[in-house]
């Protein structure tokens, strides 16, 4: 990032708290963002690839063709945040705190969250919608009533997953053994079900 402007440098004089900023400026790798608390702000074409959020709030905030690749979230909370087109390989979102008071913990649309990894994590609720999650991991989570629609979720991984609720319509590429997991109530395609009930040992004929 030589020669451009950090993020750090943009919020160095808001005294760790800003409100309806529209951000351009990045993170270098391994630089960190500690402690700030950002209100109804506005990522765009941000680069935050490998860089440390430390601590941070993010309320209401949009992040829209965001490079996100190996962020670390460590013990950063978002709360009502959208991520629009934004790349995020590889991040592991459990690092991220608990939002308890965000009606929808995660919202993604059209992003590419390849080997995320959301294992053990509470997200029930999230929206995850025509998005690229290939390789991720949801083992042990909590993923109640979660919309999945449009997105690609070929190899992720759904052991020990609560999957109440959820809807894997419109979804492609995944495959789980339905008794290895929570699936009262888990919505999917007639021709998803039947490999489903395949993978439990089950022929399905006709």
Do not use: H, K
Not at 48 to 73: H, M, S, W
Not at 142 to 147: C, H, K, L, T
Not at 181 to 204: D, F, K, Q, W
């Amino acid at each position: 990032m030589s020669g451009t402007a950090s993020l750090v440098d943009r919020l160095a004089d808001v005294g760790g708290y800003a409100v309806d900023l529209t951000l351009t400026e990045g993170l270098a790798p391994g630089e960190v963002l500690d402690g700030v608390e950002l209100e109804a702000c506005r990522f765009e074409g941000a680069v935050l690839e490998g860089a440390v959020l430390r601590g941070c709030t993010f309320t209401d905030c949009v992040f829209t063709g965001c490079n996100l690749n190996r962020v670390d979230l460590d013990g950063s909370r978002f709360v009502d945040c959208r991520f629009l087109d934004c790349t995020a390989l590889a991040v592991t979102w459990t690092r991220a705190a608990a939002a308890a008071l965000s009606v929808r913990p995660w919202d993604f649309e059209r992003c590419r969250l390849d080997l995320a990894s959301f294992q053990e994590a509470a997200i029930a609720g999230s929206r995850v919608v025509d998005c690229s999650l290939r390789e991720a991991d949801f083992g042990s989570a909590d993923v109640q009533r979660v919309d999945f629609a449009g997105s690609d979720l070929g190899a992720a991984v759904f052991v020990g997953t609560d999957l109440r609720g959820a809807s894997l319509v419109g979804a492609t590429g995944y495959g789980f053994d339905p008794s290895q997991n929570r699936v009262r109530g888990l919505r999917v395609e007639a021709t998803a079900a039947t490999g489903l009930l395949s993978a439990m040992g089950l022929v399905v004929e006709g």
